[in-house]
């Protein structure tokens, strides 16, 4: 990690002074991300709770492991062609067209593009249903009998709540360019809600299958929900109802020219997050449960520090797109860098925690009922292993925003195809031959699967970072910012972890919010003792979240 850029001071880059214009005139970056984080924070917890009630009903079953590979599947359709693609081809036109001041064709191409996208969807959601048998021959060969019947049964009823997901990404992209950032990230809460409702209601009163299938049907009425939370306020931007398609046709085909590398490009990255399924689904039982119980815990730092920055980013360097050459360049790395920054303050901790506390984590959010102590070790497992390739992802996720906003969708496509074929092998070899080799149990390569991805994301990082530096100048985090950052978190961790021993006694709820708040607090008091700037741009968002007058006077919201 040392390598992720030389020493290198921030003076010496170009100074682009905020003014008016394309990258600034929308406001803080900071402050966008802080508002997108915050919308996200609110979904994400929704989500443990879910998933915390789930593991209490369904533990590390056969059930859990049906319904978990099952809601993988439809979820291709959201994966190819949902926010984060959607947003990639969608926006940086959109916004471009919003940067020029024409509002009228804007909403045109809004509509036209929302028009194509229902038709395309409802086409490939009746396809995904008619071929669903052979979905699950491909993502989860392993499964045979009555798991594989009750995974065909779950993954008909998600595939048209799955369908409205995908259009749930296009109400986000049209309030992220206009820079309403809260109500698109805060809607996932409503599919949670009724998800939890479900559990709560029919987990003591069916049968682990009659359950699985009563919050299948419960996450397609959850998708109904996410979308109607977004409808008020996109119809209030978007007042031009009509669509002129001889009028748009060419912002429309640079829409779908730049769609389809940026499908390809994400089908191949969310491949390996497929092949690991695969290779999950040949291990034994509880593997392809726990596989997931991690990687829901590995997407919160994701998509809180990540990809919060990231979106935010994304319609600002897209409304820059009418600079010249050189000021576009000047404005990507101050941007970078400083996103850069502010994502690794925030995932180095992360990372460490997975790595020395994940056992802690894991019992607080999941330990009880059907998940025993045994099962909140095995996921720890797999979540240490998640911790590798943490930061890689994360700063990932803003060099592809930059490349997506210079209109490049075909870069990120090369270097995610090396990811998955790195993550193909890696993956297969530390899952099935390494654990006998190595004489330990063969449910126990699940943690191969993503301590070898990780490796992959690293070296896609890599080859993000050289090839957009080769474009707009140096762009990184300096050596000695990091070395601190590690030395922080570690430090913090072992004090942590040596805390977990005299509160053995302790329930796992108790247990995990004293640690946890002490390695945080220890971090944070650490920062503070060296005067990082990042910390108090990360207080800065908390109070403009917490403070009531800086809500109602916030544009992004």
């Not at 950032?181 to 009724?194: D, E, G, H, I």
């Not at 109607?228 to 912002?251: E, S």
């Not at 993956?427 to 990780?454: E, F, N, R």
Request: charged share 15%.
């Amino acid at each position: 990690m040392s390598e992720i850029a030389p020493n290198r001071q921030d003076r010496n880059e170009p100074r682009v002074e905020a003014r008016p214009g394309p990258a600034s005139a929308s406001g803080s970056g900071a402050s966008r991300a802080g508002t997108i984080a915050a919308g996200v924070l609110l979904s994400r917890i929704a989500g443990l709770v879910r998933d915390s009630i789930f593991a209490h009903f369904l533990g590390d079953s056969a059930t859990a492991d049906a319904f978990k590979a099952g809601f993988r599947i439809p979820n291709i359709l959201q994966n190819l062609f949902g926010e984060g693609v959607l947003s990639a081809s969608f926006i940086p036109v959109y916004g471009k067209l919003l940067g020029e001041g024409d509002n009228e064709t804007a909403d045109m191409v809004a509509w036209g593009v929302g028009a194509i996208l229902t038709l395309g969807v409802s086409v490939l959601v009746a396809i995904g249903v008619m071929v669903t048998p052979y979905l699950i021959d491909v993502i989860a060969p392993g499964f045979e009998g009555d798991k594989r019947d009750l995974t065909i049964q779950i993954v008909r009823i998600l595939f048209p709540g799955a369908g409205l997901l995908v259009m749930s990404a296009w109400f986000l992209g049209v309030l992220n360019s206009h820079h309403k950032f809260f109500v698109s990230y805060t809607a996932p809460v409503a599919w949670n809600v009724a998800m939890i409702a479900a559990l709560l209601y029919y987990g003591p009163r069916r049968s682990q299958d009659g359950l699985a299938i009563a919050i299948s049907w419960a996450s397609v009425l959850g998708s109904a929900l996410q979308i109607a939370v977004q409808v008020p306020q996109t119809l209030a931007l978007l007042r031009k109802h009509r669509i002129d398609f001889a009028r748009i046709a060419a912002p429309l085909r640079s829409v779908f020219h730049n769609l389809t590398p940026v499908v390809v490009s994400r089908g191949v990255v969310n491949l390996s997050s497929y092949v690991d399924n695969v290779l999950a689904s040949l291990l034994p039982t509880g593997a392809v449960a726990a596989l997931n119980y991690g990687q829901l815990l590995y997407m919160v730092p994701i998509s809180l520090f990540g990809y919060s920055v990231a979106a935010s980013e994304l319609p600002a360097m897209s409304r820059a797109a009418g600079a010249t050459p050189e000021q576009m360049s000047a404005i990507l790395r101050v941007r970078l860098n400083r996103g850069l920054r502010q994502i690794a303050f925030m995932v180095v901790p992360s990372s460490a925690a997975f790595l020395i506390l994940g056992d802690v984590i894991v019992a607080m959010i999941y330990q009880s009922g059907a998940f025993t102590r045994a099962d909140a070790v095995y996921v720890w497992a797999v979540l240490a292993g998640s911790g590798v390739g943490l930061l890689a992802a994360t700063m990932g996720r803003l060099y592809n925003s930059a490349f997506y906003a210079l209109f490049d969708t075909r870069t990120p496509l090369r270097f995610a195809l090396i990811r998955v074929a790195l993550t193909l092998v890696l993956g297969y070899l530390c899952a099935i031959p390494l654990p006998p080799m190595l004489g330990i149990a063969q449910k126990w390569g699940v943690a191969g699967l993503t301590v070898s991805a990780g490796a992959a994301g690293w070296v896609e990082f890599a080859l993000l970072r050289w090839a957009l530096n080769g474009r707009i100048g140096w762009t990184g985090i300096e050596r000695s910012y990091l070395a601190k950052l590690w030395a922080l978190a570690l430090g913090a961790a072992a004090l942590a972890f040596m805390l977990k021993f005299r509160m053995a006694g302790f329930g796992p709820r108790i247990q995990g919010l004293a640690i946890l708040s002490t390695y945080g607090g220890l971090y944070l008091f650490g920062a503070w003792m060296l005067a990082m700037p990042e910390l108090k741009q990360f207080t800065d968002q908390i109070t403009r979240r917490l403070s009531p007058r800086a809500a109602s006077n916030s544009s992004d919201q």
